[in-house]
């Protein structure tokens, strides 16, 4: 890190110290910690143990308290800045503010000390491509609550792609469900994880500087679930009345697996038009029934009016494709040579 940039550092830190704000002073390290370059980690770190001022020992505690819970692998999507040297971990910022904050004023020692208040998750938009997780929390003396946030990418196949920490007046703006605590917390955590392991990840240029703190509150949340489920399906209780319906159904909720608050217009015909006739077997009856069943999950899922235009487009063509044998996939296939031995 250049001379400026250590300068600009400890005159921010001079400015936390007066504010004597836990939660401001945790996200500005986890800024600082995304604004490193690869190879600066170690050499600023060490230039903050010799400065030894109390400026430098704040920067020291933040960063280890806001990196404490982050992952060893770096994010990896565009957009996203390692936290530390290739090779290097977020111990490195643990070792380095060990022991620093006994010597700090008392309001430092509550940075990451939050207690969970509720939790929040749905749909960022009308077709689910993107689900939010919210969580609230509120700090050990009960002052400063906050609101994090986390966009969870569907299409993806479930990555985090953006978090944000807001006022919990937040989430009078956002149509979210409550639910447990330990539940979305997981689900954060599974998202996070997740873009960790996929090369070239589309995440928002704004993830990296939020993401320690999101790491941080999520597994300050008691009993955790992981991996963490979705009760969607479970919910859905308006199953038409029809022969082969429940096996309809079954196949649907195979479909839209771990992901199921996910339905728009390409996600129905990708459905009915290619999965089904590649993937599914399914009786006379399921084929027959199929259409009403769409519907009535297309109902569920908010009733759009673009995604119930599209089944009316592609139902009509469902008999035909699951006819065509030519469709099958290999895993098809076999399976209906099986059946009619």
């Known amino acids: 890190m250049s001379t400026t940039a250590f300068t600009t550092a400890i005159a921010q830190a001079r400015d936390l110290l007066r504010w004597r704000s836990p939660l401001r002073t945790e996200l500005w390290a986890a800024r600082l910690t995304a604004d490193l ?6 050499s600023f770190l060490g230039r903050l143990v010799e400065d030894g001022s109390t400026e430098a020992r704040l920067t020291l505690a933040a960063l280890s308290a806001v990196n404490t819970a982050a992952d060893t692998n770096p ?17 490195v910022f643990v070792r380095a503010g060990n022991g620093v904050v006994e010597t700090l004023p008392g309001w430092v020692r509550r940075m990451g000390q939050v207690t969970c208040e509720g939790a929040w998750y749905g749909k960022a938009d009308p077709y689910g491509e993107q689900t939010l ?9 009960g ?9 969870i990418d569907q299409v ?36 996070s994880e997740l ?22 509150r999520a597994r300050a949340v008691p009993d955790l679930v992981r991996p963490a489920p979705d009760d969607t399906v479970s919910r859905f209780h308006e199953l038409p009345e029809l022969p082969g319906a429940r096996e309809a159904f079954e196949k649907l909720a195979e479909f839209v697996g771990d992901r199921p608050l ?11 038009t290619s999965w089904l006739p590649r993937e599914a077997l399914l009786s006379d009856a399921g084929i027959a029934a199929m259409p009403e069943v769409v519907r009535a999950w297309s109902r569920f899922s908010g009733g759009h009016p673009a995604v119930l235009a599209q089944v009316e487009a592609d139902a009509p063509r ?5 006819a065509d044998d030519s469709l099958a996939g290999l895993g098809k296939r076999i399976a209906q040579a099986q059946r009619d031995r």
């Not at 370059?37 to 170690?42: I, S």
């Not at 997780?133 to 003396?141: G, I, P």
């Not at 002052?143 to 966009?151: A, D, R």
């Open 37 to 42: 370059e690869p190879g600066e980690v170690e």
């Open 75 to 91: 994010p990896t999507g565009e957009g996203a800045s390692p936290s530390a040297d290739e090779g290097a971990d977020a111990g």
């Open 133 to 141: 997780a919210a969580l609230s929390f509120r700090y050990e003396n």
């Open 143 to 151: 002052k400063e609550p906050h609101l994090l946030v986390v966009g």
């Open 156 to 191: 993806s196949g479930g990555l985090a792609v953006d978090a944000v920490v807001e006022e919990v007046k937040f989430l009078d703006d956002l149509d979210l469900r409550a639910e447990e605590p330990g539940v979305v917390a997981g689900r954060v955590l599974d998202a």
């Open 195 to 216: 873009g960790d392991r996929i090369m070239g990840a589309l995440v928002a240029d704004t993830l990296p500087a939020v993401r320690p703190v999101a790491l941080l």
């Open 262 to 272: 996910w339905w728009s217009p390409a996600r129905v015909t990708q459905f009915l």
């Open 318 to 322: 469902l008999p035909a494709l699951m």
